[in-house]
Structures are given as structure tokens and as C-alpha cells.
């Protein structure tokens, strides 16, 4: 049974830099797409980025620029470096894997998820 552990979540000021970590068990990340949803208090989840087995990524137009998506197959790891990070960044950060139900913005789309890492922006 797949198994996804979120990690690098933490404090940091407005134009800091983080990077999260999304680690795969259970099987492999070969043939996956991964996604990132974020959820800011009071408010539904938000896909962030995803990114296919061809190494192909997408991303929320917000973070276009700030935010890279990238995979390491043979540490079955997924990561998100996060710069010129900014308050309304702010959220609880999950990864997910796609089961290629519908939009990769579609949190029904997807049918495992880790247990989240918070990351929050501010002075």
C-alpha cells in the first residue's frame, strides 16, 4: 500500500526560500504523478503544482516563477523549492498521487495522500 511522508515544512520570512519533501513507500515513484495541494486556514485545498512521470510540470498561476517541482525516482522523492515565498503562501502542504480522475487541480482527482507539512510566511 503506497505511503506518502511530507517533510521541510517550517517558518520563514516573506521572500524566503523553503524546500518540501515528499517521500514515496510502499511502492515505487517511477510511474506516478505527484501533486502538491496547499490548504490556508479557513479554506478549501488549492493544487499548487504536479509533476507526470515524464518529468513534465504544471503550476497554480500564482507560483509560476517562485515555486519548482522535480522528482528523484531512485530516493522515491518528490520535492517543491519554494522562493520569494510570500504570506498568502501560507498552508498546510500535502502531496498526492494522481489517479487520473479528472483536471490535476481536482482534489477528487487523486486517491492517496501524505499527512501534510505546515509552512508558514511571515515577519
Known amino acids: 500500500q503506497l505511503q506518502l511522508v511530507e517533510s521541510g515544512g517550517g517558518l520563514v520570512q516573506p521572500g524566503g526560500s523553503l524546500r518540501l519533501s515528499c517521500t514515496v513507500s510502499g511502492g515505487t515513484l517511477e510511474n506516478l504523478s505527484i501533486a502538491w495541494f496547499r490548504q490556508a486556514p479557513g479554506k478549501g485545498l488549492e493544487g499548487v503544482s504536479r509533476?507526470?512521470?515524464?518529468?513534465?510540470?504544471s503550476y497554480l498561476d500564482g507560483v509560476k516563477g517562485r515555486f519548482t517541482i522535480s522528482r528523484d525516482n531512485a530516493k522515491n522523492t518528490v520535492y517543491l523549492q519554494m522562493n520569494s515565498l510570500k504570506p498568502d503562501d501560507t498552508g498546510v502542504y500535502y502531496c498526492a498521487v494522481d489517479a487520473f480522475r479528472g483536471a490535476w487541480t481536482l482534489p477528487g482527482s487523486y486517491d492517496t495522500w501524505g499527512q501534510g507539512t505546515q509552512v508558514t510566511v511571515s515577519s
Open positions: 509533476i507526470n512521470p515524464s518529468n513534465m510540470p
